[in-house]
């Protein structure tokens, strides 16, 4: 029964890692992808070249969170049958949202409602700060006339950079949280790794595609957007809130295209990813709560 338990557990493990791979490619990659840095080829590259990396120093963190609890593997299910719906939707989604709010219907546990309210509410501000920062940002840096700061060339470098950092951070942080309730295996980790770049790299287009539509992204607007977002998560860390870096990045491509008018947002795309937002963790709840009645 063990050896069945853990093999379940590892299925369902790599497989989210598969489609978190094919969700959040578009976190790392989506504005470079919108501004045509470069190929999206040479991005995909990039990309799992830095999630590789990124599982090799991934040990500390798949040791704290193996000490979490056996709800932690119902969780995971939930947050896998929760982001497969929203890649199949072809909308970005944040893991470590579903999961909390799967953990949350699980236990049931409304003690904690103050904290929760609390989280909420930062996954709320988190955008619209990101928005705030990515719109003064872009304002001031089409101001400023420091030729070296604006070359093209030295902007595609940051915005390569930034991409590779986030991917780096899927590597070692959320790949470790999905292993880490069963293993904290090196070996297991760059497996993970690798069904996390095949996501990526088999259906990763499609959230890709749906971000850059959201506005009409430079090289340039895509640095400000990607820095944006990366500093509201940023500050919303410094105070101890988990925040979504989809929903931060989201916004800071929001920002940058309310500077150049109203009008060069597509509404109805950005409507159709707040509704998705809204309604995919109402759905990891429900399905917390229902399981955690009928194994109590």
Excluded at 86 to 114: A, D, E, R
Excluded at 185 to 199: E, K, R
Excluded at 213 to 232: D, E, H, K
Excluded at 285 to 292: A, H, P, R, Y
Aim: hydrophobic share 50%.
């Amino acid at each position: 029964m063990i050896f069945i338990g853990i093999n379940l557990e590892m299925i369902i493990s790599f497989y989210l890692l598969f489609i978190l791979g094919a969700n959040n490619v578009a976190n790392a990659i989506g504005t470079a992808y919108a501004s045509r840095a470069t190929s999206y080829r040479n991005l995909l590259i990039l990309f799992s070249i830095s999630v590789i990396i990124g599982s090799l120093c991934a040990k500390n963190v798949g040791d704290t969170v193996n000490s979490l609890s056996t709800n932690a593997t119902i969780a995971l299910t939930i947050t896998a049958i929760v982001m497969t719906l929203s890649t199949y939707k072809k909308i970005p989604i944040s893991l470590h949202t579903i999961i909390i709010c799967s953990l949350i219907g699980l236990t049931s546990n409304y003690n904690n409602l103050y904290k929760f309210g609390e989280i909420l509410l930062s996954w709320i501000i988190s955008p619209i700060i990101a928005l705030t920062i990515a719109y003064l940002l872009y304002i001031i840096y089409e101001k400023i006339n420091i030729p070296t700061i604006k070359k093209i060339n030295m902007t595609r470098i940051f915005l390569l950079l930034s991409a590779a950092i986030v991917a780096f951070n899927l590597g070692s942080n959320d790949l470790p949280t999905i292993l880490g309730t069963w293993t904290t295996s090196q070996s297991i980790f760059l497996i993970g790794a690798i069904f996390l770049c095949l996501g990526a790299c088999l259906y990763g287009n499609k959230i890709s595609e749906t971000i850059s539509t959201i506005t009409n992204l430079s090289v340039r607007s895509a640095f400000i957007a990607q820095l944006s977002g990366g500093l509201a998560v940023t500050i919303f860390t410094a105070l101890g809130m988990p925040v979504s870096t989809t929903q931060a990045i989201v916004g800071g491509i929001l920002g940058v295209g309310l500077t150049k008018g109203i009008k060069t947002v597509r509404w109805k795309v950005l409507k159709r990813i707040i509704f998705w937002w809204t309604v995919a963790p109402i759905l990891a709840l429900i399905f917390g709560f229902f399981v955690g009645r009928l194994i109590k």
